[in-house]
């Protein structure tokens, strides 16, 4: 479908990444805790812009390693199907512990947010390991297949963060409640990378 290779998986993995906690999720939360939905739904377009931002200088790269030469190419999808498989295995065997918060002013919600994504250093790694998994070398439109791409992140990451949003102080409640079940999800989070990385790198 316009290039992509598994369209439904690649549908899958966005909602996988965007199920584990980052500094994306903490923004949104403490946005919606301090100014309701409102901010929060404001911190999710600055959530979004930031990913947009990165995600788009990693087409960009990826663009390149596909127009330069298909079989360094496809070691970028073996390099980064492993570098998914080792995020999946940190998850699976990580000790149970809170992430560090993000804290936010009140006001300028969507800018905070904005920033906070953009300066996320491992986000550009991720992006550049994800994208090439889902190209279909033979099928892919160039700058229709990434814009594809792009659409579908951004709609997704809008429906799960302002789903998240307005569930935030019972999924918050949830989550200090159940430790255990907040370990579990991560490490079934962490089973979904390893199985992506296995089956899109064949």
């Known amino acids: 479908m316009l290039g992509i290779s598994d ?3 690649f549908v899958a993995a966005v909602l996988v990444f965007l199920a584990l906690p980052g500094p ?3 923004a949104l939360l403490n946005a919606t805790a301090k100014g ?3 901010a929060g739904a404001a911190a999710t377009f600055g959530v979004i812009g930031g990913d947009q931002v990165l995600m788009w200088l990693a087409a960009i790269g990826v663009a390149a390693v596909l127009q330069a030469n298909e079989a ?3 070691g970028l999808q073996y390099a980064g199907a492993a570098y998914l498989a080792w995020i999946g295995l940190k998850l699976v065997f990580a000790k149970a512990g809170a992430a560090p918060p993000v804290s936010l002013r009140s006001g300028h919600f969507a800018r905070q947010a904005f920033f906070i994504t953009l300066m996320n250093p491992k986000a550009i790694v991720f992006y550049m ?3 090439p998994l889902f190209i279909d070398a033979g099928q892919h439109r160039g700058f229709v297949t990434f814009a594809a791409m792009a659409v579908t992140i951004a709609l997704v990451t809008l429906a799960y963060c302002l789903t998240l949003c307005a569930f935030a ?3 918050s409640e949830r989550v200090r409640a159940h430790r255990r079940l907040s370990l579990l999800l991560q490490r079934v989070a962490g089973v ?8 899109l790198a064949r």
């Open 192 to 199: 979904a990378l390893i199985g992506f990385s296995l089956k």
């Open 24 to 26: 994306g999720t903490f």
């Open 7 to 9: 369209y439904w998986a």
């Open 72 to 74: 360094l190419f496809k």
């Open 36 to 38: 309701g939905f409102r």
């Open 129 to 131: 390991a994800f994208f």
């Open 169 to 171: 102080n019972a999924v």
